[in-house]
């Protein structure tokens, strides 16, 4: 590839400048605010008004559904465009995201709709969730198979006159606990006889139609996190019309490949914003912290880490950048092997550095007086999410053979 201009487009750059001030005057000084509101209402699923200010103002910016290419409905950006804003929003990745309407896994479930839903849907279902007025899940992955593998999924969909029935348990269904959460997209299969890639389909189901029930909250390293949690979700016997499939039968994984690419530009991205957050925290804690007589800053160790945190950040933003690039040129299919690599280095990456601003902090690394540590089980975990390392690297490796073996 000899063109690489990895920089924002001129409307790339007024939103990233507009978005740099969004975060500096109002977002990253109203944390404590947010965490307050919840505290106070004694419900972790608590939406604080301070996130409605921040979506409100957000909108008036035109900060708003960044991640949806299209002008109508979005902000009409390039993938590349909007990778630097995601970096951003990295930097406070329980608010940023959500008061600009572009929180997983309502972006993945949006883009879905945006391509595959009916008109019907996307008047019931995609226009809530652009407005930011509702909130969604997404029911793949299940606790008795091993999902990486998804063509493991056992739940399924059949077919009963003018409705479709489903059974099935998920769990890491994220949001899904909320009451804000209304709708979730289900993935299960419709014919076991098909081929392995066309057995599975994706419908919608109503979060309050009879069958579904949550059943627990998972904790993460021992929390429970805010935004509905990540829940397992029993479906007994629930019906849906039949005009809440997604496409057509044995559609599911083409659906989710095209619902993946976008999605993991964005986590990585962010991933990105939250090391170099964390990277900002390490330089100004080791300026400020003396053992042994001198600052923690003029330590060797500290400036080997620092060192190895600031090229490892950049290599991972430069790969990441160009995968976008990529998609934005030749497609998502044409920059596969980029939307692996990437998968597989920016969550190590993060998680990396994190857990080097953590030591550098010493005890308070470890409590909620930073957001360090947070975010260190947020970058651990996206090492899963979206695919374990090793999928990624077994496809990265498989394509690269595949040139040698022809």
Not at 30 to 59: F, M
Not at 206 to 222: C, F
Request: glycine residues 8%.
């Amino acid at each position: 590839m000899t063109d690489l201009d990895l920089s924002l487009s001129p409307r790339g750059a007024q939103l990233r400048d507009e978005l740099q001030d969004l975060l500096d005057t109002r977002i990253l000084p109203n944390e404590a605010t947010y965490h307050e509101q919840i505290e106070a209402s004694g419900d972790r699923h608590h939406h604080p008004a301070i996130l409605e200010e921040l979506k409100a103002e957000a909108r008036e910016r035109g900060l708003w559904n960044l991640f949806l290419p299209d002008e109508t409905h979005g902000a009409g950006l390039t993938n590349l465009d909007y990778a630097h804003l995601a970096e951003l929003t990295g930097r406070s990745v329980l608010m940023a995201p959500e008061a600009l309407n572009c929180a997983a896994p309502d972006t993945g479930n949006m883009e879905v709709l945006h391509m595959f839903g009916t008109p019907a849907q996307q008047e019931e279902w995609l226009t809530p969730l652009l407005e930011g007025e509702i909130r969604s899940a997404f029911f793949m992955t299940e606790p008795d198979v091993a999902s990486s593998d998804a063509r493991n999924i056992g739940s399924r969909i059949e077919r009963d006159g003018d409705e479709y029935v489903i059974n099935g348990r998920k769990w890491w269904s994220s949001g899904a606990a909320s009451p804000r959460c209304k709708v979730g997209i289900f993935m299960g299969i419709t014919d076991p006889d098909e081929s392995p890639y066309r057995q599975q389909s994706q419908i919608l189901v109503p979060m309050d139609t009879p069958g579904v029930r949550v059943v627990r909250e998972l904790p993460v390293y021992g929390r429970y996190d805010g935004h509905g949690g990540h829940p397992e979700v029993e479906f007994v016997d629930v019906r849906v019309p039949a005009g809440n499939l997604i496409g057509n039968e044995g559609d599911g994984f083409a659906i989710a490949q095209a619902r993946l690419g976008p999605g993991r530009i964005h986590h990585c991205m962010r991933l990105i914003g939250m090391a170099e957050r964390a990277f900002d925290l390490m330089c100004e804690r080791a300026l400020t912290r003396e053992p042994f007589g001198r600052p923690i800053a003029d330590q060797g160790v500290f400036q080997h880490w620092l060192a190895q945190a600031r090229v490892r950040i950049e290599q991972a933003r430069l790969l990441t950048l160009k995968a976008a690039r990529l998609m934005d040129t030749v497609g998502n299919k044409g920059a596969r092997m980029e939307i692996s690599a990437i998968k597989i280095v920016a969550p190590s990456m993060a998680e990396w550095v994190l857990d080097k601003a953590i030591q550098t902090h010493g005890g308070g690394g470890f409590s909620d007086d930073f957001v360090l540590a947070q975010m260190w089980a947020h970058a651990r975990t996206l090492r899963m999410a979206d695919g374990p390392d090793e999928v990624h690297e077994m496809a990265l490796a498989r394509r690269e053979l595949k040139r040698y073996r022809e």
